[in-house]
């Protein structure tokens, strides 16, 4: 999955040991670009990221895989980060300026005059 939305926060990453080895993770937080936006933290593990690269308040685009496990009858929900990237601006930013006045030149298909009854019902 993925999604986009401005880095606000970079937590300091994580490290420990375990019978495999030594570890590390981080999580970061992500504000979604939507009409009502939400904070959405993410975590990933290893140096899968290099988060020197991006500042807070960059547009990136975060790639993810959801995960849920039971402990105890209780749920956890994890959002792995497996990639981030800066978002391509064209995407992101909507257009300025006017649209163009419709007329029958810019109009990119035929108008039928009379479509007539063609309604299967």
């Known amino acids: 999955m993925e999604i986009t939305g401005k880095l606000i926060k970079k937590l300091p990453p994580i490290t420990g040991e375990s019978k495999n080895g030594p570890w590390k993770k981080q999580n970061f937080v992500i504000e979604t670009q939507t009409d009502y936006p939400k904070n959405i933290c993410f975590t990933t593990w290893g140096d899968k990221v290099d988060f020197n690269s991006f500042t807070e308040s960059d547009t990136v685009k975060v790639f ?16 792995k980060c497996w990639k981030v990237e800066i978002a391509q601006s064209g995407g992101l930013i909507p257009p300025t300026g006017d649209l163009p006045p419709m007329t029958e030149e810019n109009i990119p298909f035929e108008l039928e005059d009379d479509p007539g009854d063609d309604l299967p019902f």
């Open 64 to 79: 993810f895989d959801i995960e849920s496990r039971e402990f105890n009858n209780n749920w956890y929900t994890d959002l």
